[in-house]
């Protein structure tokens, strides 16, 4: 007998780690999965409020990815990149919805009270067709690595944001320019101490400080785009951009608005867990706030400062304004205070693949932890010393990472836990999800091609 076979007679879900198992149900959809309500399951003594998680949802949704927006929208032009923004949104929404969907009738299919995103996909596999059911560790594995890649990724364009900050700031100071390469290992002490928390209550303080230095930055921001003569004269007017700048807005939007990685988590923590989804719900009511959010950013933010919009619209504001001093500042620390929470779930993710192989000897497993942390803030590090251009890295994160763990797996996720009986009148949903992938792999291809060719441009733009 295959080892397929082997695990799908005995207990396949033993490799959940996040959740009670009661009586795995492999195969089939039947209708008294129903009668299996996994909310009531749930442990609910430490559950959060539907405010509550909307504020969780929506705190992990604005960050430094609004800024970027008029940088988007230049790459997009106001009226394309405006609906386009929409429009992104409303894709990333659905694929948040269609995930969390997935995994509740999962959880009713297998008798389990919760599920993450990477279980999501491993019970995908192994509930549905016997051709896929051998590839269910492999789903588990591909979905962890494109975790640890979208949250190690988003800590290099935080390292880059914070040094380019520090960089602008000393070099109005100072009067000389300022090497970016240098202000990226001076942080270095700071990035490994955040790297070595180990528990998310030690973190508390740095985003309390964090929220509050974010919000006052992000008003000042707003005070500079809205006072500015361009955006009342409207001179700044191009509605649509090139064709070959296309790719650039849909990567840097996806990472902006893409925050798929915290849904799991939240929806799983819920005390009403059925109002996470639904109309008006958590998940509309918290997209439809950051789609409105970040397509004014960007269109004001481009109205304001057209060709100029830098990767960050911080780096657009006034140098000689003690106000715009603050404002990049305030935002670089809160960035930079940020750092540890991004890094936290890859790191867990990390270490507990590296535990399971039984590597390292009890004795020596807090070393052992230590030196990874340590190895995996250098990594950041180091990929922010080679491709050093903030628009270019945000680009390419989003490209290749979030396109895939955004768009990609969600769909693949519920093409195979409906394949068997619930693909839909004329299997509508087999080709909805056929259309997102497509999407997905032309704004993977299109956007990474366009974001290294640009790295290599800023390359030789430096070393002529």
Known sequence: MGRAEKEQTGNPMTEFSSSTMIVPN???????????????HRDKRHATSDLGSLTHL????????????????????????????IIIGMICSHCVHILVRTSHVLCRRTKTPQMSYAETAYAAFLCGPKSVRPWAKASKIFVNIALCGTYVGGTCVYVVFVATSIQKVATYYIDRPLDI?????????ALILLGQVRDLKYLVPFSMLANIFMMTGFAITLYFIFKSEQLLTFENNKLFAEVDQLPRFFATVIFAIEGIGVVMPVSNNMKTPHHFLGCPGVLNITMSIVVFLYAMMGVCGYLAFGEQSQGSVTFNLPDDDPAAQVVKIFIAAAVLFTYGLQLFVPLEIMWTGLNSMNLFSHKYAAVAETLMRVFVVMISVVMAIVVPNLDAIISLVGAIFFSILGISIPAVVETISCWESHLGALKWRLWKNSLLLVFSMLALIFGTWISISDIIESKEKQNS
Request: net charge negative; aromatic share 8%; proline share 6%.
């Open 181 to 189: 390469q240098l202000c990226i290992l001076s942080l270095i002490p």
């Open 58 to 85: 929506l705190k992990s949704s604005l960050g430094t990815g609004i800024l970027a927006m008029p940088h988007a929208i230049k790459n997009g032009g106001l009226l394309f990149g405006g609906i386009g923004t």
């Open 26 to 40: 492999i195969g089939e959809y039947k209708e008294k999965d129903e009668l299996y309500d996994p909310f009531e």
